[in-house]
């Protein structure tokens, strides 16, 4: 069933009002992924790539799937063509962050909502500056695993709600 990314969208649109141009390439109808990493990437020469990953597997007994070799696959596509810290989130992450990263070979990762803790990372990142004391973070280093507790801005009536037009075809 095709879900529609609204993490994503609004992790976007908060790096984006904290004042960064971004750029969002969804993965769902991609027939040749890497094709389209490559493209998306010679398009907006990123400093820092964010993968929203959702599903580490389909929760079906009879009929299992795993998905992390594919989000590996879609790292070495990214890898194979800059070297740019790559930064993963979403709801997969903050059931098992510390598996996915030591899966995937990837430091750093941000749990729960990430539009607190991703628009902090450019300036922090660019500057080579820890990142240890944000909220959310969680990070593999020299072997060690360590996560700070998740940002949570709960269930708000002013939740952002971010205008997923702009980001993807919905149709
Ligand atoms: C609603 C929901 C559904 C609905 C979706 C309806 C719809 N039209 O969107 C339905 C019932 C269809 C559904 C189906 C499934 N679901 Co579901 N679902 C959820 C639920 C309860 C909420 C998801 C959601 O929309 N959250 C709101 C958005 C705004 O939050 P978010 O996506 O997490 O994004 C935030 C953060 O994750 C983070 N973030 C997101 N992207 C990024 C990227 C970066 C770079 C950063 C830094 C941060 C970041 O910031 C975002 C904003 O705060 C979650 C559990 C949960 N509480 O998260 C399970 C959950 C995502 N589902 C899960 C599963 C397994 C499934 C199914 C496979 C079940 C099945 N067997 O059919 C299917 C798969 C559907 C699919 N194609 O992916 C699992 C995934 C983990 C896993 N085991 O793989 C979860 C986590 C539940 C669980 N605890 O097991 N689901």
Known sequence: MPVMPIGA?????????????????DLMFERDPARAIALA??????????????NIDNNDMRDPAFYIPGLRSLIQSIRSRTE???????SALTVMPEEILRATGISSAVLGD??????LLPKRLSRGEPLDDLVGIALLAAGAFRANPPASTG?????????????????
């Open 9 to 25: 969208f609004m992790v976007a649109e908060a790096a984006e009002l904290a004042g960064h141009k971004v750029s969002v390439l």
């Open 41 to 54: 990437l010679r398009k907006s020469n990123p400093d820092v790539i964010g993968l929203s990953v959702r």
């Open 84 to 90: 740019v810290p790559i930064v993963l989130g979403g």
């Open 114 to 119: 990430g539009e607190v803790t991703f628009p």
């Open 155 to 171: 269930a708000r009536n002013d939740c952002m709600t971010p205008d997923y037009q702009r980001w993807i075809d919905i149709r």
